[in-house]
């Protein structure tokens, strides 16, 4: 009886052993992205991240989520990465791995109020507005813009159509946007102000997270054969309309 029930114990730990190497990791990771649902980069990012993980047959989801909340579920490891920051990113959060290229670029504009000049530089911001509004969580604008204090007293608003509102009802005097956190509402709001020339191009890109940092030694490569085989240029035309 003794021998019989080794010979049953060998085979259950032999099992137990092998059975678990094809369910290691979870079967879904989940990105994460300040950009609302109905912006235009989350809906580029929907896109290129499924291709992108395609490439290396895992499954992937982007969830929506306020900047603070994503950061916390980065932190703790609820997220696998996060969509859509920008470089100066990584110098606050050394400990998260940024992918070598940006998966998309996107442009900036100053939105004016209807009947005054348009404003089309930093330097031309600094002279000609007093109070500037722009969307919460975009580290790049705070930082210029805190370059600025005390000439500009610039304060962060909820998203973009707050944003453009704030100088629609005279309460600003600018508001700082990229066209990739434009949305249909947004979009229909700049005709009631000005805005002129790009300031600048705002390179977006994929961080991970501590626990998923290996993943880069795929995905790096994978995003280059997706930028050669003309994905990004693709999906810039499709929804900026432009190349």
């Known amino acids: 009886m003794s021998r019989c029930w080794s010979v049953l114990l060998a085979a259950a730990f032999s099992l137990s052993a092998s059975a678990p190497a094809a369910a290691q990791g979870p079967d879904t990771l ?43 579920m980065l932190a703790d490891g609820s997220l696998a990465g996060e969509i859509g920051r920008v470089k100066e990113y990584g110098r606050k959060h050394p400990q998260y791995l940024r992918l070598d290229e ?8 100053i939105f004016t109020p209807a009947g ?41 608003v909820q998203n973009v159509p707050a944003c453009l509102n704030m100088v629609i009802n005279r309460r600003d005097h600018a508001c700082v946007y990229d066209d990739g956190s434009l949305s249909a509402v947004s979009t229909a709001m700049l005709s ?21 940092s290996a993943l880069a030694g795929a995905l790096n490569p994978a995003a280059r054969r997706l930028q050669t085989q003309g994905l990004n240029a693709e999906l810039h035309r499709k929804y900026f309309g432009v190349k």
């Not at 998309?104 to 504009?109: A, D, E, M």
Request: aromatic residues 10%.
């Open 192 to 212: 009631q102000g000005r805005i002129g020339k790009p300031v600048e191009e705002l390179n977006l890109y994929i961080y991970l997270g501590r626990d998923h």
């Open 102 to 109: 940006p998966f998309v670029q996107t442009r900036t504009y």
């Open 30 to 72: 989940i990105f994460g992205t300040t950009h609302e649902p109905d912006s235009i980069v989350y809906q580029y990012a929907r896109d290129y991240l499924q291709r992108l993980c395609g490439e290396i047959r895992q499954r992937c989801q982007l969830q929506s989520l306020p900047g603070r909340r994503s950061e916390a």
């Open 116 to 156: 005054q000049p348009v404003i089309d530089s930093w330097e031309a911001l600094a002279a000609g507005a007093r109070t500037v509004s722009y969307k919460r969580g975009i580290l790049t604008y705070q930082l210029k813009l805190d370059a600025l204090k005390p000439r500009v007293q610039p304060h962060d």
